[in-house]
């Protein structure tokens, strides 16, 4: 299984990014997706999350900002980032927890990261 994550870049104060990933390999069963993002001395932290129902999740710090959405049939997930902060500025990683087999257990994957940083 492979999370390839798209769509950093550098962008000003009070602009716009969007964020995608794309789950592929052997899947049988995709649950949650979502995106984690980890600041320079800081630790890894969640900011959104998806369920294959659609149930969504925030950082209080990203809501009214930040859009999650996620595209069941193409296995991709998207995070929709206005109004960004230089307090944002990280590297996001695209999450996914998923099982290959039906009977196997589910577990989480990561991406490769993608840098976000915003300048003030």
Do not use: H
């Amino acid at each position: 299984v492979q999370l390839q994550a798209s769509g950093g870049g550098l962008v000003q104060a009070g602009g716009s990014l969007r964020l995608s990933c794309e789950a592929s390999g052997r899947i049988f069963r995709l649950n949650s997706m979502g995106w984690f993002r980890q600041a320079p001395g800081n630790q890894r932290e969640l900011v959104a999350t998806i369920s294959s129902g659609g149930r969504i999740n925030y950082t209080d710090s990203v809501k009214g900002r930040f859009t999650i959405s996620r595209d069941n049939a193409k296995n991709r997930v998207y995070l929709q980032m206005n109004s960004l902060k230089p307090e944002d500025t990280a590297v996001y990683y695209c999450n996914a927890d998923l099982s290959q087999l039906p009977l196997s257990p589910s577990r989480p994957y990561w991406g490769q990261g993608t840098q976000v940083t915003v300048s003030s």
